[in-house]
């Protein structure tokens, strides 16, 4: 499913402004289950990503739980998941490009519009860097163990990642300035 990227935007906003700011009631899972239907065949991996945030969310839950009382806690909770999932829902088969997207046609500022294009274009190339090198450690055969020659190696891995990503971002900064 594919929304525009502006529309989406604002809804995401609108949606999590409201639900943060006023009671928890049954008219905000409209949106949602409105949402999970238009995205049926991804359901699984946006839970999947629910649940792995949900890790964190109750660390914050039990932290709440402590200074308050435990309706507050449950209310946050469920609050707190059901901005994600409504926000995940919308973009869901979006990337970044998008998102920058939606900004341009919102018209925000073109000093915001680079630099999120920017952060957007080197976490993608983070990412697909980071695919070559599993496959790369994989085709050499390379298990990980707990051995001094693992972390060695991920190290080194992990520091020319940075450096490749220093040198990347170097290129993006002249290329916007010979713009």
Same mark, same amino acid.
């Given at each position: 499913?594919?929304?525009?990227?502006?529309?989406?935007?604002?809804?995401?906003?609108?949606?999590?402004?409201?639900?943060?700011?006023?009671?928890?009631?049954?008219?905000?899972?409209?949106?949602?289950?409105?949402?999970?239907?238009?995205?049926?065949?991804?359901?699984?991996?946006?839970?999947?990503?629910?649940?792995?945030?949900?890790?964190?969310?109750?660390?914050?839950?039990?932290?709440?739980?402590?200074?308050?009382?435990?309706?507050?806690?449950?209310?946050?909770?469920? !609050?707190?998941?059901?901005?994600?999932?409504?926000?995940?829902?919308?973009?869901?088969?979006?990337?970044?490009?998008?998102?920058?997207?939606?900004?341009?046609?919102?018209?925000?500022?073109?000093?915001?519009?680079?630099?999120?294009?920017?952060?957007?274009?080197?976490?993608?190339?983070?990412?697909?860097?980071?695919?070559?090198?599993?496959?790369?450690?994989?085709?050499?055969?390379?298990?990980?163990?707990?051995?001094?020659?693992?972390?060695?190696?991920?190290?080194?891995?992990?520091?020319?990642?940075?450096? !490749?990503?220093?040198?990347?971002?170097?290129?993006?900064?002249?290329?916007?300035?010979?713009?």
């Amino acid at each position: 499913m594919s929304l525009n990227p502006a529309i989406s935007l604002l809804s995401a906003i609108v949606f999590s402004l409201l639900l943060s700011f006023s009671n928890l009631e049954i008219s905000f899972f409209i949106p949602v289950v409105f949402l999970i239907f238009l995205n049926l065949k991804y359901i699984f991996k946006i839970l999947k990503k629910l649940l792995l945030l949900n890790f964190f969310i109750v660390f914050l839950v039990l932290f709440f739980y402590f200074e308050t009382d435990f309706n507050q806690a449950i209310n946050l909770f469920f !609050k707190i998941n059901l901005i994600i999932l409504f926000n995940l829902l919308l973009f869901s088969s979006s990337n970044g490009f998008d998102i920058v997207k939606g900004f341009m046609i919102l018209r925000f500022p073109q000093k915001f519009i680079s630099a999120l294009y920017f952060t957007v274009k080197l976490i993608f190339e983070l990412n697909l860097e980071l695919k070559n090198i599993k496959l790369y450690l994989k085709d050499r055969n390379c298990k990980a163990k707990t051995d001094i020659f693992t972390y060695k190696t991920y190290g080194n891995i992990y520091g020319i990642l940075f450096w !490749k990503m220093i040198i990347k971002s170097n290129h993006l900064k002249d290329t916007d300035l010979l713009r």
